[in-house]
């Protein structure tokens, strides 16, 4: 598995994150050969959140990774929090509080990463501010970074926290790429010139923060996947031709197709399924020309001006 920096920070990670928020459907052996699995692929990150399962999911996670301090040792541990039932929470209280419930759930000391994860209105960014200085100090997390936020959300934070903003997750795949596709349709009138989140794309390459895409197999907002779906005939027979090419999967062209991408994302895989986690992890190894990148975008319905 090859790897890069995280964000502007000095943290080696893999290129694949495994995402977690699933593991709650495998039972205890499943989710044992599942997590030993991504370590035998070098996918040693593993991304959580304090909502999957109600936190249920990261405790299944420590228990099928058997977690004592060796183990913790060599992995990596990504955390989500701020979204509770009917609002959203930034505030020093619920951040601090959060954190505390996922390292113990996780049994662990620190997390490698914190994520803010979704934009909460009422943030007081001054108290954001507070409480990563209290976990930096504390040692209960090392990073921190942001999940579904815009250029100025980031920026309004930026003033008032001192620590790097080393990561943003955000939903991307290729039929979910209004972030890419607007930066070549500038000043057109049509849909695809319309900018929904203020840049991102250019602002986290320009401040060095890694952007991880979640659901990169989803179309629409969990409508389902776009692999081997009769909606997108065109865009699955061009992925199947660079599959065969390359004597992988379909699976693996998809996250070969973001990985692509120059701003050196940091894809965030959502399967329990083994054999399509090796599929995916395969993808590491995989550069695809920018004609294939570019088939494959047009591929999927957008159109060059």
Not at 236 to 258: G, M, P, R
Request: overall charge negative; aromatic content about 8%.
């Amino acid at each position: 598995m090859k790897t890069m920096k995280l964000g502007n920070s000095a943290l080696e990670v893999p290129v694949i994150a495994v995402g977690c928020m699933r593991i709650k459907s495998l039972n205890k052996a499943e989710a044992e050969r599942f997590v030993q699995t991504a370590l035998e692929e070098g996918a040693n990150f593993f991304d959580h959140a304090d909502i999957y399962g109600s936190g249920v999911c990261e405790e299944i996670f420590a228990d099928a990774i058997h977690m004592r301090q060796d183990v913790r040792e060599n992995i990596i541990l990504q955390s989500k929090c701020g979204i509770r039932k009917g609002m959203f929470d930034f505030s020093k209280e619920h951040i601090l509080e959060s954190v505390d419930g996922i390292l113990k759930r996780l049994r662990t000391d620190y997390l490698d990463i914190l994520l803010l994860h979704r934009p909460d209105a009422l943030v007081e960014p001054e108290e954001v501010a507070e409480a990563f200085d209290v976990l930096e100090r504390s040692g209960k997390v090392l990073h921190f970074g942001v999940s579904n936020q815009n250029p100025l959300q980031i920026q309004l934070l930026k003033k008032y926290v001192k620590q790097p903003i080393v990561a943003n997750q955000l939903q991307l795949s290729i039929t979910n790429a209004t972030m890419i596709t607007n930066g070549f349709n500038v000043n057109m009138e049509n849909d695809s010139a319309v900018n929904r989140d203020g840049s991102i794309l250019d602002f986290c390459r320009l401040n060095d923060i890694t952007i991880q895409p979640w659901s990169p197999f989803q179309y629409g907002f969990f409508e389902g996947v776009f692999l081997g779906n009769d909606k997108f005939p065109e865009l699955n027979q061009k992925i199947d031709e660079v599959a065969e090419k390359y004597s992988v999967s379909n699976t693996t062209i998809a996250i070969a197709w973001l990985l692509r991408h120059p701003a050196r994302m940091q894809p965030v895989t959502g399967t329990m399924n083994i054999e399509r986690l090796k599929d995916c992890c395969k993808a590491s190894d995989i550069q695809l020309t920018r004609e294939e990148w570019y088939g494959i975008l047009r591929a999927a319905g957008n159109v060059l001006p």
